[in-house]
């Protein structure tokens, strides 16, 4: 019997789904914090190069809300493609 997903007992958590995959936001958000970078290395990824394609998904009235200081959370779903997952950016 397949296991149930923490989207399926915990209903307040943020989940991100692509596909098969459920990326649970509430507690990524939660492991980055608690981790104080003992296991996790922050990184600078480029991408001046994807942005563009970005463009005419921008939610203007979404823009005032994003907090910068948070670390943005992107998903690699295959070879060279990656997904922003979290709800904040």
Known sequence: MPRKSKKHTVPEHEIYQN???????TEMTKFIKEDEAKTLVMESVEVESTRSGFTNNINEEHLDSVDVTIPIILAKISPENYNVIDGNH
């Open 19 to 25: 596909g098969i995959f459920h990326f649970n936001i």
